[in-house]
């Protein structure tokens, strides 16, 4: 273990980025991030107020963290929210590209529109952070100090990379997307000593699938679907989040990890088949 590092702050000295940090699964993830020791820049598009609480919330328990306004489909915005972190913070160590959207239509409804922004937010937004990201760690290089890899990029998929979802067509797509562009960005820059891993979060209780869960029959109809009979909270994902940023999981490159009760084990056939 390096000399920073400690089994209570795993990432201590290492600046961490959360695209979709104020709300959901990327909140949780930033408060974690920073509860083992990393600053952590909290990236929103429009709920400024949110990403505020978050900041509140970590600098409240002695972390550090700032706020970077960007929608992480548009090019110049996401470029120069890594300049802001670069010239804040002096390097990057860690990306959690975790910004993702849902526009959901009956597959001969879909809008173009819908199809765009869904691909534009949640895949092209993952490509686009993880070049800047890239880049820099390319250029850093490892600090030993701080990290055996020179970098560790975590993708927030879900578990329809796997899971086909009717009436979620470009949902379902950008997320399959995102399993061969991760494994794709794990093979080529492995060289580099660049890490880049995937967490697959099930049916997990946040904003953007409230109507799945938040009256009992829905809530009952959801854990139909999932064996292990409880739907997620957003600290299930932000503990693996904190794993894969840290060299606990330093021999593991180009992974998916389900983290989802055991929605992709055909829960159908528990009883049937
Ligand atoms: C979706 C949620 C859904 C879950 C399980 C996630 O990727 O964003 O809306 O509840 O998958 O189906």
Known sequence: MSTMQSPAHPLAGQRALVTGGSSG???AVARALAAAGAKVVVNYAAAEDKARQV???????GGEAMAVRADVSQEDQVQAMFSTMLEDYGSIDILVNNAGLQHDA????????DWRRVLDVNLTGQFLCAREAAREFIRRGVVSELSRAAGKIVCMSSVHERIPWAGHANYAASKGGISMLMKTMAQELAQYRIRVN???PGAI???INRSAWDTPE???TLLS???YGRVGDPPDIAQTAVWLASDASDYMTGATLYVDGGMTLYPGFRTGG
Request: charge should be negative; aromatic fraction near 4%; avoid cysteine.
């Open 225 to 227: 679907l999932i064996p």
């Open 55 to 61: 900041i509140d919330a970590i600098h409240a328990a």
């Open 205 to 207: 209780r946040t904003p």
């Open 106 to 113: 009956h597959f001969p409804d879909m809008t173009l529109k």
């Open 25 to 27: 699964i990327g909140a």
């Open 198 to 200: 995937s967490i697959a």
């Open 218 to 220: 829905a809530e009952a």
